[in-house]
């Protein structure tokens, strides 16, 4: 299903004040994706949205189409570039990470936009892609929920992502899993690491460019 951009801009606001009431999720994520990002340095947020991660990740510049997102994201102090992860406007080998949060659900040519990522990143690069696992009860709830963003996105499991990086000339692939379907938002949870498919409901997969 194809995403318009306009989705995000009329739900820019209520997105962004989702993380106030979820800190702890919010944290959660943010450790298990310093945990990958950690050893890498000049990085970009494809699908930076309001900017809460690529802030506390302190990435400094990121890629987002929706005009009510980026204008959020900038107020944080993001470098936004109105572009589209499928068609960047970036030189070739020009960074050492690319990070997705919960954003390749919604990507409409998620072949391109891996091939767009291998091109931009230098060799033995990385790609973080933290998102929803297709196969976690977390995805069940939101695609049965009346959530107008969630309601129009492709949720992928683990296999399916390595699948189509493979082809996009990633290898080593490695895993963190967080958010357990027992986790109750009283404390930053601790990440798993491993495929783990289904025992994390948001997986955070790292992938080397060859
Ligand atoms: C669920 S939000 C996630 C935002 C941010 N990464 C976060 O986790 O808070 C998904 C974002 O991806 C952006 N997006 C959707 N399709 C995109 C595409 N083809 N290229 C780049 N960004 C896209 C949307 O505009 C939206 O801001």
């Known amino acids: 299903m194809s995403v318009n951009f306009k989705i995000f801009d009329a739900i820019a606001t209520d997105y962004d004040n989702w993380f106030e009431q979820n800190d702890n999720i919010f944290r959660s994520e943010i450790r298990a994706l310093k945990l990958s990002i950690s050893p ?25 189409p929706s005009e009510n997102m980026a204008s959020i994201a900038m107020s944080r102090g993001i470098n936004v570039v109105n572009a589209c992860a499928e068609n960047l406007p970036f030189h070739n080998n020009s960074f050492d990470f690319v990070l997705f949060v919960t954003t390749v659900c919604f990507l409409n040519g998620i072949e391109k936009a891996f091939s767009e990522t291998n091109r931009i990143l230098n060799t033995n690069g990385a790609v973080v892609i933290g998102f929803i696992d297709k196969n976690s009860p977390l995805a069940k709830v939101y695609k049965n929920s009346k959530n107008k963003i969630y309601q129009k996105s492709h949720f992928y499991s683990a296999e ?26 009283e404390e930053i949870a601790t990440p798993m690491v491993g495929q783990g498919c289904g025992k994390g409901n948001f997986i955070v997969l790292k992938a080397i460019k060859k």
Do not use: C, M, Q
């Open 160 to 185: 399916e992502l390595t699948g189509i990086l493979s082809k996009s000339g990633f290898n080593n692939f490695t895993f963190l899993n967080t958010l357990n379907d027992t986790y109750k938002n």
């Open 40 to 64: 890498h340095k000049k990085g970009i947020e494809i699908g930076t949205g309001t900017g809460r991660f690529a802030k506390a990740l302190k990435i400094p510049v990121g890629v987002e």
